[in-house]
Structure formats: C-alpha cells, structure tokens
C-alpha cells in the first residue's frame, strides 16, 4: 500500500495542484485552495464488482410516503412534507434564524410522536435547552447531541436507528472526519461527512436535514458538489434589521422548485404568515407618487409587492442609479425604453428603486409596475389606490403576456383591487385594462 500524500483543490472551480498557493492558476481566485489527502500509488487496479439488475423504466412504483409537519408553509417549500430517506441543505445568513427553524420543526414533530434527533456542532446542550426555553417550546422527547466528529454521530444513530425518523446536523461546516487532518470546514472534510451521513440516512430511511453556512456572496458555502449530493437545497432570507424571512427552495427531487414559504421573527421564534401579500401592502400608504402594486408569483404562490420610485434632479454628469430588491440591468433597460418609446427622459435625474418589505423579485412581470411607478415619480401624481400592474415590456415599448395570469388576478381581486393594468387577456372582465404599449400609461397622469 503506498503512503499518503497531499493534494490541493480549488473550491471555487475544482482543479488540483500538487503544491498550495494563494491563487487558483485556473480561475484565479484568491484563498480558494485546500489540502485533500489521496494515495501515492501510481498503479491502480479496479477491483471486480458483482452484477447489478437492469430495472425497466415502466412497472410499478413504491409511493413515496411523506410526513407532514405542524409548519405548514415549510410544507410548502418542501412539496408536501418530509420525505423518507431524503436528504435536505438549508442554508442562510447569521443570525438568520436557520437554527430557530430547525429546534421548533425537531420539538413540534416530538409531540406528534416522531422521533427527532438534534445534533449541534455549534453549541452545546445547555445552550440549546436555554433557547427551548426562551422560545416556550422545551419537549422532554427531542433528543440531542453535542459532536463534531462524524464518526461519533454516525455511531449514535446507528445505536438508535429503531427508533429515529429525523437527525438534524447543525451545522455541517461544524462536522469533521478523524480520516483527514484538514479543520473542519474545509473543501475535503465537507464533502466526505456529507458523503457519509447521506449515504447512511438513505440505507436507513431516516430523513436528514442539513444546516449550512453562506459566504459573503450569500452562496452556500462548501464545494458545489455538496449541493448535488443532497435532495433539496433550501434558502433562508431576509434582512437582519427586518423580522420578515423568506424560505426558498432552490433544487427539489420531491417538489416544484421556488416555491416560497414566510415567515416573521418574533420574541417566541418564527410565526408562520399565510397571508404574504396582505402583510407586504399592509403599511402602504394611499395618495404617494411613484409607488405601484406588483401581482407577482413565486412558486405556486401569487404575491402582491409594492414597488417604490424616486427620481431627484442632479448636477451630475453619471446620475445614480440605485436598485433594492430588483436587476440594476432590468431598471437600466426599462429606463432606456421610457426614454426612446415613451417619451420620459431621465438623463438629469437620479433614479431609486426599491421593493417594500425586504423582498427579491426576480421575474420579468414586474417591468410594467416598475415602468408605472417611474412615470408616476416623474410626474408627481399617484397612481389610481385600487390598481395592479404586471406584464413583461420589450425593448419596443410592447407590453407581453406572462405566465399564470388568472392566478394574479384572483389574488388581487382577493383583496380588494378593482383595476388590473396587464397584456389582453382571454377573460373579458369589467376590471382588467388591457395595456399593449407603454404609451396607454400615459392616460394614468
């Protein structure tokens, strides 16, 4: 057997280099090297496998079995409930909320009899019995566990794994090999725990929850091939000095992907919202320029969003162009076309943009909104209280159609919107005004 030696792999784009740098030859990014152990063996000798059955791909089909939790908009996200034997990364920001999810998903499953298992590599139990307390949620049935060593944790479960249905691993940066001599949190070291508690939570159909940290990009930090590995990717956001969070579902094998979940931080944890759109307008006031409700849908869900422009005259030879929320090129773009198609020209102003309520919109549909709430701050005058806009705008100024537009219009109307500003559709109601170029915008001033 050859000895061992070391290897280092970039983190960023996965090339190998024999000796250590402070810069990736490849992709040239700075601090991403990290040492792997492998095998000096210039031979390698495949060793002969048994043979495997060849399924076919028609015949019946075990049904998956899920299990719903008492939170119903994690149920959202995760397609209908845990899945057995499916592995889950949910990542987020510090002080997110990502550990306060996860202690209040293991104790209210305890209470209805399904064996949980918490396992932090952050803290210790002294530390997260406080928490139980300070939230109101202690439950005498949720089991935990203080270990940083995989081996260790692999062994516990193996011990209990009659009785098991969930394990929680917070977080997995925390998580080491005694196999590699390389920190915890290193390329080689995530890679290989995940590898194993995946493998052994899917032989044993115990579902497995991961918590992961984020970089200062807010992508889940580890190699990429972590988030290949697992079932379903998750992502918790939202703004620290805001109590709103969002849980996104990012990759799902079990479910629809984007589906979103709400949630509000209070002083006894997260409180589900079932009702976003009505929490997002709920401080939207009446009879203010340059501010257009947004019917937006994420996932399955439609949202109503306020959008909010300023536009200030300046001396500046570059005006500034700031964006919250929404693609600083999309505003750029809408700006150009008001310009040429509408009429509006900004190359004096500064231009402010922001989504209320610490919201993303990452949907093309919200260029007419954003494209009415610029004429709107040009102008001075507000747009009409009971109105909503959605609808994707071209570069010639037409106004397209997009997708899901009857749900949008249910929600509105839901919730008291009379007037529906969006492209023709095939529904001849009273309270939709088909707006097939920018210009129809300007009957609103």
């Known amino acids: 057997m050859g000895k061992k030696k ?12 024999s000796k250590w740098a402070g810069q990736c030859s490849d992709c040239l990014e700075w601090g991403s090297l990290n040492e792997e152990a492998v095998s000096a063996s210039a031979i390698i000798v495949p060793k002969l496998g048994n043979v495997q059955n060849i399924e076919q791909l028609t015949g019946q089909v075990k049904a998956t079995s899920r299990t719903k939790t008492p939170i119903e908009e994690l149920n959202r996200v995760l397609g209908g409930g845990l899945v057995s034997g499916a592995a889950i990364l949910i990542g987020g920001n510090p002080g997110i909320g990502k550990s306060t999810l996860l202690l209040q998903l293991c104790t209210s499953l305890s209470q209805s009899e399904i064996n949980c298992l918490y396992v932090t590599g952050e803290e210790s139990v002294s530390q997260i019995k406080l928490r139980s307390q300070r939230l109101g949620i202690a439950e005498e049935k949720t089991g935990l ?3 940083n060593n995989v ?8 011990k209990n794994k009659a009785s098991l249905d969930l ?18 949190g ?3 070291q995530i890679r290989a725990c995940a590898h194993l508690l995946i493998n052994y939570a899917k032989q044993n159909d115990i579902t497995l929850l991961l918590a992961c940290h984020v970089n200062k990009d807010g992508q889940l930090a580890g190699p990429k091939v972590l988030e290949h590995m697992v079932d379903t990717v998750l992502h918790f956001e939202g703004d620290q000095n805001n109590h709103f969070r969002i849980l996104r579902s990012l990759k799902n094998r079990f479910g629809a992907v984007n589906e979103l979940g709400v949630f509000e931080m209070t002083d006894k944890g997260l ?12 401080d939207r006031e009446s009879n203010v320029s340059g501010s257009a409700v947004f019917a937006g849908i994420e996932g399955s869900r439609p949202l109503l969003i306020e959008i909010q422009a300023l536009i200030a005259p300046t001396n500046m030879a570059t005006p500034r162009r700031s964006v919250v929320g929404w693609d600083q090129n999309r505003l750029s773009m809408i700006i150009a076309v008001l310009a040429v198609r509408f009429g509006l020209n900004l190359a004096a102003h500064e231009v402010y943009l922001s989504v209320a309520g610490g919201f993303r919109v990452n949907e093309p549909a919200a260029d007419l ?3 009415a709430a ?7 005058i507000p747009l009409p209280n009971n109105s909503i806009f959605f609808g994707e705008v071209g570069l010639s100024g037409e106004v397209r159609k997009v997708s899901q537009m009857e749900a949008r219009i249910k929600e509105a109307s839901k919730l008291g919107f009379t007037q529906m500003y969006c492209s023709p559709s095939k529904q001849n109601k009273d309270d939709i005004v088909p707006i097939v170029h920018l210009k129809q915008l300007k009957s609103l001033l």
């Not at 081996?151 to 193996?158: F, L, V």
């Not at 409180?271 to 709920?282: A, D, K, Q, T, V």
């Not at 610029?374 to 001075?380: T, V």
């Open 374 to 380: 610029l004429i709107s701050a040009s102008s001075n």
């Open 186 to 188: 290193t390329v080689s």
């Open 271 to 282: 409180r589900e919202i079932s009702n976003p759109s009505e929490l997002f307008l709920m």
């Open 145 to 147: 566990l203080a270990s």
């Open 6 to 17: 070391n290897k280092y792999s970039c983190s960023n784009c996965g090339s190998i280099s």
């Open 151 to 158: 081996e260790d944790i692999i062994a516990t479960i193996d």
């Open 167 to 184: 394990v929680i691993i917070d977080s997995i940066q925390t998580v080491a090999s005694s196999e590699f001599s390389s920190a915890p």
């Open 369 to 371: 909104a954003v494209a």
